[in-house]
């Protein structure tokens, strides 16, 4: 198995940690079954396409209105999820960076998949063998494709193999990154800080 990225890795600036985490694998450990019959199905994607977000100075971050009970998890240490709901209808994945405190975020909006790609279609309710394209490109498929929900997963630690829920490092080495506005805020959506791999066909659109 790659190693897991640690917490230091998280550490640093949000703009800074978005840059680096595209090429990652996010991996799910996912249970099927139960009782005696139950198995861990792999389930996995490479980040490439993720939006910064900065604390208490963002007006667009869920922490800029200061530490609340939804958005604590963003106030602690690095290398937490942070899952919220949307719209009534999607939930959204979030990684806490920078030091205890400080409550910079990195939101995961597509994924190129690369595991359990049968399951992800399933879990997503399409047939099994549907373009890929269609299981983890947003930030709402994606969850839905890994069956991440705020109840299950809302302040995992991310840098932990027990978790269930992690960023392997597997030496992909991301090439070019664009640079851009982010998408679908009202707030401070001039600043440049959707970050992706260019040309990849799984950023969203």
């Known amino acids: 198995m ?35 019959s139950t198995k861990a199905i792999r389930l996995a994607g490479r980040i490439v396409e993720v939006e910064a ?3 208490l100075d963002d007006p667009a971050a869920h922490t800029f209105v200061g530490k609340t009970a939804r958005n604590a998890v963003l106030f602690g240490p690095p290398g937490f999820a942070y899952v919220y709901f949307i719209y009534g209808m999607h939930f959204c994945l979030n990684i806490s960076c920078e030091p205890e405190g400080q409550a910079g975020s990195l939101l995961l909006r597509a994924l190129e998949p690369v595991e359990g790609l049968e399951t992800m279609a399933q879990l997503r309710g399409l047939p099994s063998d549907a373009a890929p394209r269609l299981l983890t490109s947003g930030p709402g498929r994606l969850c839905q494709a890994l069956d991440i929900r705020r109840e299950t997963h809302n302040g995992i630690d991310v ?14 080495v991301s090439g070019q990154i664009e640079v851009t506005p982010r998408v679908g805020i009202s707030k401070a959506a001039e600043r440049p800080l959707r970050f992706s791999l260019a040309g990849n066909r799984f950023v969203s659109r």
Do not use: C, M, N, W
């Not at 890795?9 to 949000?14: E, G, S």
């Open 2 to 36: 790659p190693p897991i990225l640690s917490r230091d890795f998280y550490l640093h600036p949000p703009d800074v940690v978005a840059g680096q985490l595209l090429g990652k694998l996010l991996v799910r450990r996912y249970k099927t079954g139960q009782g005696s």
């Open 53 to 55: 977000y900065f604390g």
């Open 159 to 172: 840098t932990s193999a027990r978790s269930g829920l992690h960023v392997e490092d597997d030496g992909f």
